[in-house]
């Protein structure tokens, strides 16, 4: 298959532009999680409070919080934060956000860089739950004694009227610091992202402190984060749109370029490779296995780049987001992976049957249709059913085969997401009860694990498609790789001008491939312009084989056939052939109309040529008699006339192209005695200066050809005219002696 690969360079630009869409995407689509995380965190439990690094704060609660911190600790705050006074005309600026900061200092936040901010939330965030938890601690006696316990001095014993934080702040530096590892110490079991959660509760009192209208404070985040989505959204829904168009392009591009070389090398072939690949089975692999592979294109494009990326990047973010549950997911693709590889193994040698069970299909659907008279005529319609039914049921049965395998596919996902989504939330539920795991964050890791599912989903329909398509590839390359064995050389020669028309055998011998034997030896004759030869010979003596080898449709296995003194194999097909007018045994139409047929043979043809044609061949009336005349349609190979109608227009279409050199085989055997000498007289005046040959079992036909060359077992028994061979030819004078009276042999 990776031989069709060179069918996609001319769309390198869409499928490149189709990876960064992808990529685009599956960002668009892993970011998702994670502002749902963001509106559950902090929309809903956070109040919409972003960060637990307050953007104002009173300077008495600073006075409290820098209690609990070291001194470096309280350098970086300090230096992060600004001291307003209430009479400074920035705390005026300010004031419409914090109207307390006209009555009294504040602090304000004078850094925007997030990674001061990220190095200041820690540092904030327990300085806060320590403040907020102190005050809440004051207001219960009995709390206060067992912290007190804990800092080692019993906090009801404290005078009234003494401010706790103030008491703090004065203890001795060794003293406080052991004060505040112990503190730190509280902290050490809890996620950071907790104690930031537990902080933002403070920055919120704080903002109503300073005066600030919190009650939008959660609608305004969530309004403003939900928007990001579905921003986000469109981006994703114009991707893949965009994506879809590009692998739709990619697609029908490559099918269309495959179909084209798959039907330009089926016409360079000669008989013998149309031999090899059956007519079924060449048109299946035209069509079915070209839609293959497109499919497998299109759906390759959408899926095999995107679901890694998914895969990769879910993975990730779930690890960053909850790094003690990634043994779930790694269960579940392990779980997943083998029975993607227990199906498959099952079905894989399935799928390279159907294509020729295809073939087969077409094969007995063509012969019964091309051989539907022969089918009545023997009242073997039951059997041609028969024969119908059992490779339909064939093909049927392996395709049931097959849909059952991976029918267990879905239900067998479906219960291993739920399975998944039960154990995040019952391994997740524990880990938010201890306080080690935000809600959001669960969620978000829920996801996270289903896109990674849908990812190994989306690889697993791949492999439905990729056996088939590898098999389809495999059958087209084999079309495609075959070399004709009738070549045009390197360096064609050209023939003289002007040209003639002599033909000449000389010592021609022909043997079919995989033949032990030649059918025709020893063949030499000439045959020179203005003159008919003719052959005749029993049924297999070589007529048509002879015939054949002028026209290079076979290569002779020895000597060689001149035409004007250049042998045939020297110069181009198109050249030889241009100078043929070929009528075959078995008259072939195409579908079309009477004039599209003519026209076939040359399509400049005027009126006049067309109307001398059909009366040369005998044609006139018939053609005039049909409803549109010579406009009249023809069905597919000319099903809708008679056989001897259908010769003599293959006689017409030949006569049309006016060459000089006429090759009819056997094509007067349909017509009757009267229109056969009519359309002969007619034709020798046509065809006075050309070379023409006949093959022919009626000596009635040949009679008066200027050489008469007798066939029989592949070698020339008998040449001359036919008085003469009537002497001296003993084959020809039984045949022509069956076949004609005393007074027609005279």
């Given amino acids: ?173 060794a003293q406080k610091a052991a004060v505040i ?141 909850a790094p003690g549950m990634w043994w779930i997911i790694a269960v579940a693709v392990l779980i997943l992976l083998g029975i993607i590889g227990v199906v498959f193994s099952i079905a894989l040698p399935k799928f390279k049957i159907v294509q020729s069970l295809i073939d087969r299909l077409n094969l007995v659907v063509r012969e019964n249709l091309s051989g539907m008279m022969v089918v009545r005529a023997f009242n073997r319609q039951g059997f041609e059913e028969e024969r119908f039914d059992r490779a339909n049921k064939d093909l049927t049965s392996t395709n049931l085969f097959i849909n059952r395998i991976m029918v267990v596919m879905m239900p067998l996902m479906m219960l291993i997401m739920n399975g998944l989504t039960l154990t995040i939330i019952w391994v997740g539920a524990k880990q938010v009860a201890n306080s080690t795991m935000q809600v959001g964050d669960m969620m978000a890791f829920m996801q996270y694990a289903m896109q990674i599912v849908f990812s190994f989903l989306m690889m697993s329909i791949m492999f439905i498609i990729l056996p088939r398509a590898a098999v389809s590839g495999d059958r087209i390359a084999a079309v495609l790789g075959t070399e004709p064995t009738i070549k045009d050389p390197e360096v064609p020669a050209t023939f003289p001008q002007p040209f003639k028309g002599t033909v000449e055998f000389r010592d021609v011998c022909f043997m079919y491939p995989d033949s032990e034997e030649c059918v025709i030896q020893d063949i030499n004759f000439k045959a020179n312009p203005g003159e008919t030869t003719a052959f ?60 599209s047929n003519l026209r076939f043979a040359r ?41 001897g109608q259908k010769q003599r227009l293959s006689i017409a279409r030949a006569v049309i192209k006016k060459p000089p050199i006429y090759i009819f085989d056997d094509s007067f055997s349909a017509l009757d005695f009267k ?8 034709l020798r005046e046509q065809t006075a200066g050309s070379t023409v040959f006949i093959v022919s079992q009626r000596v009635s036909t040949i009679k008066n050809a200027d050489q008469i060359i007798v066939l029989d077992e592949g ?12 002497e001296t030819c003993e084959v020809y004078r039984d045949i022509a002696q069956s076949q004609l009276s005393q007074e027609e042999l005279a």
């Fill in 675 to 682: 229109t056969d000498s009519d359309l002969r007289k007619a």
């Fill in 181 to 321: 590892a112990s503190i730190n110490q509280q902290f050490t079991n809890l996620d950071t992202s907790l104690v930031e959660q537990m902080a933002v509760r403070a920055v919120k009192t704080e903002y109503t402190a300073l005066g600030m209208d919190t009650s939008t404070l959660r609608t305004n985040y969530i309004l403003r984060v939900g928007l990001n989505m579905l921003l986000v959204s469109l981006l994703s829904v114009t991707c893949v749109i965009l994506v879809s168009y590009f692998s739709a392009r990619t697609g029908s591009g490559f099918s269309r370029d495959l179909r084209k070389a798959v039907f330009k090398k089926v016409t360079a072939f000669s008989p013998t490779e149309l031999e090899t690949f059956s007519t079924a089975s060449l048109i299946t692999r035209s069509t079915n296995d070209v839609t293959q592979l497109q499919m497998l294109i299109i759906m390759g494009l959408r899926m095999v780049i995107y679901a890694p990326i998914m895969g990769i990047g879910g993975t990730i973010r779930a690890l960053n987001t």
């Fill in 1 to 173: 298959m990776l031989k069709l690969a060179r069918f996609l360079k001319p769309y390198t630009v869409y499928i490149l532009i189709a990876i960064v869409l992808l990529f685009v995407q599956a960002n668009a689509e892993l970011a998702l999680p994670d502002y749902m995380s963001r509106i559950v965190n902090v929309g809903i439990q956070q109040d919409g409070v972003e960060s637990a690094v307050p953007s104002a704060i009173r300077a008495s609660q600073m006075d409290r919080l820098v209690v609990f911190m070291t001194a470096d600790e309280q350098a970086q705050v300090l230096s992060a934060y600004k001291l307003l006074d209430p009479a400074s005309t920035e705390a005026a600026d300010v004031s419409k956000t914090y109207p307390l900061a006209v009555t009294e200092p504040i602090y304000t936040l004078n850094t925007t860089d997030k990674t001061n901010l990220d190095a200041l939330s820690p540092i904030m965030s327990r300085a806060l739950v320590t403040v907020t938890g102190l005050e809440t601690i004051l207001a219960d006696p009995q709390k206060a004694a067992a912290m007190g316990a804990k800092m080692g001095f019993d906090l009801t014993k404290l005078p009234p009227g003494t401010d706790l934080f103030t008491l703090l702040g004065q203890l001795p530096a």
């Fill in 536 to 595: 005749i010979g029993s049924t297999g003596s070589g007529k048509s084989t002879v015939i054949s080898l002028i026209p290079r449709f076979y290569d002779t296995t020895h000597g060689s056939v001149l035409i004007d003194g250049i042998d045939v194999r020297t110069v181009s097909q198109h050249d030889l052939r241009d100078k043929i007018g070929y009528v075959p045994q078995k008259g072939l139409l195409f579908t079309g109309t009477v004039e």
């Fill in 715 to 726: 070698r020339i028994v008998g040449k001359g005219k036919h008085k003469q061979l009537m």
């Fill in 603 to 643: 399509e400049d043809a005027s009126q006049e040529d067309m109307d001398l044609a059909l009366d040369i061949s005998q044609a006139s009336k018939f053609v005039e008699e049909m409803p549109n005349g010579i406009h009249s349609e023809i069905s597919q190979g000319g099903a809708n006339v008679s056989g």
